[in-house]
Each structure stands twice: as structure tokens, then as C-alpha cells.
Nanobody, 114 residues
Framework: QVQFVESGGGLVQPGGSLRLSCAAS????????MGWFRQAPGKQRELVAS???????KYADSVKCRFTISRDNAKNSVYLQMNSMKPEDTAVYYC????????WGQGTQVTVSS
């Protein structure tokens, strides 16, 4: 079992940036394809960025060219750099195995507002 603790959220103005961090427990972290998900009020949770073994990344169209996912297996961590943020990025952000295989952490709230 792997557990996740997300951090780095907050209030940011449109056009601003945030960097989210996800700390994972477990010694097998490096073998998993990882993703960042988000859930806005009244909407389903969606996968916005993923990073698979070998470092290949993939992004939802809504965040492409603005968000960057990265990982540090030595630190059991995954990161999400968010730039040029928009109000529609407002959501609770979670990390998990790319299929959502493990239990969800508490997430970190991101609010984009002027």
C-alpha cells in the first residue's frame, strides 16, 4: 500500500504560479506510473498530468503547455508546476497512481481568483 500527502496549494491570482508537492510512502514508489488529479466543486475527479516510467509525460488539453509534472524517485515525490493559472484551475488537487489505484490523500486546495 502507498499513501500520499499533497501540499503546496493556496490562493493565487490569474496568471500566477504554484508548485504542488506529493510525498509518497512505500519502498516501491519508483515502479508506479504517477498522476496528478483534480476535482472541482460539482465535477468528477479528472487526471490532468501523468508521468510514466522513463519520464514520459502526458497532459490534459486544458493544462497543456501550462503545467509540468516531474518526479524524484529518491525522495518518493511527485511535483506539479502550474503556470499561467486560470480561474478554471480552481480545484482540490490529488496525486495517485495513474489509474487511481491507491487510497486518496487529503488533497491540496488550489484557488485561482483576483
Amino acid at each position: 500500500q502507498v499513501q500520499f500527502v499533497e501540499s503546496g496549494g493556496g490562493l493565487v491570482q490569474p496568471g500566477g504560479s504554484l508548485r504542488l508537492s506529493c510525498a509518497a510512502s512505500g519502498s516501491m514508489f519508483g515502479i508506479y506510473d504517477m498522476g496528478w488529479f483534480r476535482q472541482a466543486p460539482g465535477k468528477q475527479r479528472e487526471l490532468v498530468a501523468s508521468i510514466i516510467s522513463g519520464g514520459i509525460t502526458k497532459y490534459a488539453d486544458s493544462v497543456k503547455c501550462r503545467f509540468t509534472i516531474s518526479r524524484d524517485n529518491a525522495k518518493n515525490s511527485v511535483y506539479l508546476q502550474m503556470n499561467s493559472m486560470k480561474p478554471e484551475d480552481t480545484a482540490v488537487y490529488y496525486c495517485n497512481e495513474v489509474r487511481g489505484f491507491f487510497s486518496w490523500g487529503q488533497g491540496t486546495q488550489v484557488t485561482v481568483s483576483s
